[in-house]
């Protein structure tokens, strides 16, 4: 998939109406309005946006439709948006109100025929699996639910396999131990989970400086996700494509 241009994504983790950011999935601090920031990021030359209702799944409710339709409205690049998505009439309701596409992770664990029937339904062009992944002593990766706290037991590259077999369109590929970190993204399963499915896959989880999304770029990824680096200005979103483009990794500019 190298030919084609590689993708920037701010994420918007929402919490209660309001953006907020982590380490490591917790210590959550407030980060803004879901709103202006979205407009700031589709200003700014970002490719999509995607948008995480993280407490939604946990909380057992469905995601803030009218957060997400105040968002569409304001978005002209592609909406991603996810948590608490549990029926194909959710996925309606966030398609309706201008979502582009929809992410699923704990329901789609709990029931993974659900990506079958969603894909099916709505074409893999609309469904993206989350997968937060996390390093085990055995060196293994769980698939960990529910906003990072729930350890499923399921391996994470055993599972994307799956994934990509029952029809995903693409991967939103967590690393748990690099969330927020600013540390680098976890290159070595991106790079197993790239070479191992024919869909791509959004690396996510521990950018800090712009030679990290050049790192995981050259192992494999196909878009990389961050959202504080964004979110408190530390990468501007342009000089980072231009930036990747004079280091020969292919953007839209």
Request: one cysteine or more.
């Amino acid at each position: 998939m190298s030919s084609f241009c590689k993708r920037i994504i701010p994420c918007l983790d929402v919490d209660n109406g309001r953006v907020v950011k982590g380490t490591n999935f917790v210590e959550l601090k407030d980060a803004g309005d879901p709103v202006e920031i979205a407009r700031r990021y589709n200003d700014e030359g970002a490719d999509e946006i995607t948008f995480l209702d993280i407490g939604a799944s946990h909380e057992n409710r469905q995601t803030i439709v009218d957060v997400v339709q105040k968002v569409a409205k304001e978005v002209f690049i592609p909406l991603t948006v996810g948590g608490g998505i549990r029926q194909l009439d959710d996925i309606y309701s966030l398609l309706d109100v201008g979502c582009d596409k929809i992410s699923l992770n704990s329901s789609a664990v709990s029931n993974p025929s659900f990506i079958d029937e969603a894909t099916k339904r709505f074409g893999s062009q609309c469904i993206t699996i989350a997968i937060d992944a996390k390093k085990m002593p055995n060196n293994k990766y769980n698939v960990f639910v529910q906003g990072g706290r729930k350890d499923t037991g399921l391996d994470a590259i055993q599972w994307s396999k799956e994934i990509y077999n029952r029809g995903a369109g693409e991967i939103l590929l967590t690393s748990m131990d690099k969330d927020g970190t600013k540390s680098g993204f976890e290159r070595n399963i991106t790079k197993t989970i790239s070479q191992l499915v024919g869909i791509p896959v959004i690396a996510s989880g521990g950018a800090g400086v712009m030679e990290h999304f050049k790192d995981v770029f050259e192992c494999g990824a196909d878009a990389a996700l961050a959202a504080s680096v964004f979110h408190y200005k530390h990468i501007d979103i342009i000089e980072l494509k231009n930036y990747l483009q004079k280091n020969k990794i292919n953007m839209r500019i």
